[in-house]
C-alpha cells in the first residue's frame, strides 16, 4: 500500500551545505520515525520558499544513495508573513501501515507549521552545552517568560556528589556510590522561574555551588545507576509539565521529543570569566586559572564518558554565546521558540 508523509524544515542559511544537510536530517528523520528503509520511498515532492536557490534539495537524497526514487523539487509560491527558508517534502512510501499510523516530521522552526500534527508532549525546551555557556541563566529567563517551569537537571548531579562528599563516599568508586544511592531522595520545587533542591529534606540549593560539588557531579554523572535514577525523574519533571530543561543530554537523551532544542557553546575563557563573576556574587573565593582549567577537565569528562556524553542533538540549534549578551541569548532562543 502507499502513504503520503509530510516534512517540513527550516535552514538557517541559503548555502549547499545547509540545504543539504538539513533535508538529510529530515529525510533520517523521517525514515527513523517510520520504520522505512531507503527502498520504500516511491517519490519524493520537494518544495523551497522562494529565498532558497543555492541548491536543489533533492541532490541531497542521491547523496544519501536513495537512487530509485522520483525526485522533483519546485519554488513554493510566495503568502505574506509566511515561514521563510523553509524546505518542504511530501513523501510517498510503500508501507503496510494505514496513512494515520503515518509520523509527519516538522523540525525546528518548522513545528510551528502543524503543531496539530506534532506530539503533544513536545512541549518541553531543551537546553544543552557545557559548563558555563550561559545556560541556567538562559533557561531562568526563557521558563519565565513563557510561563514553564525551570528544571536545572546539573543540580540534581550535584545533590548526589554533595550527598556523597558529606558523607565520604569516593565519588569515584561506582560500586560505593550506587551502594548509597537508596539513601538519598531527591526533591525538587519549582516556583517563578525558579528551582529549589532538597537532598533529604534540606534545601541544598546554594551549597551545590561550590568548585568542589562541580568536580564531584562531573564524576558521580558518569555512573549508571545514578544517571538511571536522575534520568526516570527527569523524564516525569518533563511529560507532567511545560519545562525549560538544561543540562548534558536533554536533547539527545531525556526529552528527544523536545519542541525545541538549543545547544549553548561558549570559549573557555569566557566561560571560566562567567563562574569567576557567578562566584564573587556569592562571595566564594576563586582563582581564575584553576576555574578555567576545571572547566577544561569537566568538558573533556562530560563530553567523553561512555553514558550520554555531552553531544549535539542532530535537530538543535547551536548557538555560540561568547560574544553575546544575556539578553541577546535569551532573544535569539525566543525567537527559534516562537518560530
Ligand atoms: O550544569 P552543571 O555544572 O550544574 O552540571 C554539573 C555536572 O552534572 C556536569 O559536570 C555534568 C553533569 N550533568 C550531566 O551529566 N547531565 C546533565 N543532564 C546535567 C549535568
Redesign the pocket.
Known sequence: MCCCIRGAITIEENTKECIWSNTELMLSEIIKRNSLSAEDIISVVFTATRDIDAAYPAVALRKMGITEASLICMQEMYVKGSLEMCIRVMVTVNTDKAQRDMEHVYLKGAVVLRPDLVNKKTEAVAI?GP??SG??TVAKLIAKELGYIYA???????AV?LYCINNNINYADNNAVESVLGNIDISLEHSDGMQKIYLNGQDVTEI?RTPEV??S??K???IGGV?EM??AL?KRLAHENKVVM?????GT??IPDARVKIYLDANVNERAKRRCKELEEKGIAYNFDAIAADISK?DE??KN?EL?P?TVAEDAHVIDTSDMSIDEVKDTILKIIRG
Do not use: E, H, P, W
Not at 536545572?152 to 550535584?158: C, E, H, K, P, V
Not at 538544561?246 to 536533554?250: A, E, F, H, Q, T
Open positions: 544543552d559548563a558555563g545556560k541556567s536545572d537537571t546539573g543540580a540534581m548531579y550535584r556528589g551545590i562541580a568536580d557531579a562531573s558521580v554523572a558518569a544517571r536522575l534520568v527527569q538544561d543540562g548534558r543530554d536533554i537523551n531525556v569537566r569528562y562530560d564518558r550520554n555531552l
